[in-house]
């Protein structure tokens, strides 16, 4: 039963890849400006159903800033809304959901100390995006921000937020 069902769903959903990049807002880590730079690039799945449509992706997500390296896995879960528009090969969505990020490794690049990171932290991502849907497959772009609303740091309230610019193809 557990196979049908689970075939069921495949058969309403797509396939893809997805990559994405923009910038982060720090608020004082250190008292420095850390100019981070994220970057992400994954698989995702969506599940459509009529107006709403489920995804779920996982992501390497890198942070880089004058003075260190983060990696991580990211695994956002969103459920977006099909915003009614009347032309047949564009699809509009608005969606939130929620993104845990597991800490692979950091990097300080010699000028600080050693950072003590949770091993996960947690997101909440809003989108607005589009989708041309070009028969087999469909280009998707978005603009995500992303609030952190856990801890990074242990013992460090400092948050990193990102706007990121995404782009996919879903077959």
């Not at 490794?105 to 809003?126: C, H, K, N, W």
């Not at 603009?143 to 952190?148: A, F, K, L, T, V």
């Amino acid at each position: 039963m557990l196979i049908l069902c689970s075939s069921q769903a495949f058969a309403f959903g797509s396939f893809g890849v997805r990559v994405g990049s923009g910038l982060a807002f720090d608020d004082g880590f250190k008292g420095d400006d850390l100019n981070p730079v994220p970057l992400a690039v994954g698989a995702g799945y969506q599940l459509d159903l009529v107006l709403l449509k489920l995804e779920a992706d996982a992501l390497y997500h890198r942070t880089s800033t004058d003075y260190f390296t983060l990696n991580q896995i990211s695994v956002p879960v969103l459920a977006k809304f099909a915003l009614p528009i009347p032309l047949p090969l564009l699809g509009l969505s608005l969606g939130a959901g929620v993104e845990p990020r597991f800490n692979l490794s950091a990097s300080d690049r010699g000028q600080m100390e050693e950072l003590d990171l949770e091993s996960t932290s947690f997101y909440i991502p809003v989108m607005l995006g589009a989708q041309f849907n070009l028969g087999v497959l469909a280009l998707n772009i978005e603009i995500r921000y992303e609030h952190q609303v856990s801890r990074l740091i242990k013992d460090h309230d400092s948050k990193i937020n990102d706007l990121m610019f995404m782009g996919g193809v879903f077959f």
